[in-house]
């Protein structure tokens, strides 16, 4: 099974420092929905992994957050696409859960969900915590310049020998050719 794993805010939609709230914050990235149909039609299985601390930080509630994902369905089934699962992380940067990435616990649950062996899957996130959660895991990294990649890369810490895309588009161009 060819299997890829893409962190939802600032890889897939627009991220904010103010968190997505509502399904009228959540906007695709421009061409982000069309790469996710190109992993569908080559085979892929797409599966995002987010950290969604609004959760527990009273910020939305999970009525809010299915309506959010009802979005991103919606859309990509206009694009061709679709998403097999998202798994996300609920709690709070406090509650010492292993599910929240930079731990590798929800890439963990997705590996024994589908059955996969995580050195043989990409993700593709925007963050060092993305970083740091696929080092940990043993899956392959790509980061993409949108959302808080830029910062990341300003700062420089972590991203030696990574792989740097403009935005998903890019990344998944890359991630076809090359699978």
């Known amino acids: 099974m060819k299997l890829v794993i893409l962190d ?8 904010s420092d103010d968190y997505i709230k509502s ?23 797409v599966v995002v992994a987010s950290n969604q601390s609004g959760l527990a930080r009273g910020l939305f509630d999970m009525d809010t957050l299915n309506r959010m994902h ?12 679709h998403i097999d699962a998202i798994f996300f992380c609920p709690h709070h940067p406090d509650d010492n859960c292993d599910c929240r990435k930079p731990l590798p616990g929800m890439l963990h649950q997705i ?12 993700f593709i996130g925007d963050s060092l915590g993305d970083i740091k959660a696929a080092q940990a895991a043993g899956a392959n990294f790509m980061l993409v310049k949108t ?13 030696d020998n990574i ?12 991630l076809i050719s090359i699978t």
């Open 8 to 15: 939802r805010d600032g890889v897939i939609n627009h991220d």
């Open 23 to 45: 399904p009228d914050e959540f906007i695709p990235i421009e061409g982000s929905l069309n790469a996710i149909a190109q992993l569908n039609h080559a085979g892929f299985t």
């Open 70 to 81: 009802d979005k991103l369905h919606n859309l990509l089934q206009h694009e061709g696409g």
């Open 111 to 122: 590996a024994e969900r589908f059955s996969v062996d995580l050195r043989n899957v990409t």
């Open 147 to 159: 959302g808080k990649g830029k910062r990341v890369i300003k700062k420089g810490e972590g991203i």
């Open 163 to 174: 792989a740097i895309f403009d935005n998903l588009a890019d990344a998944t161009a890359q």
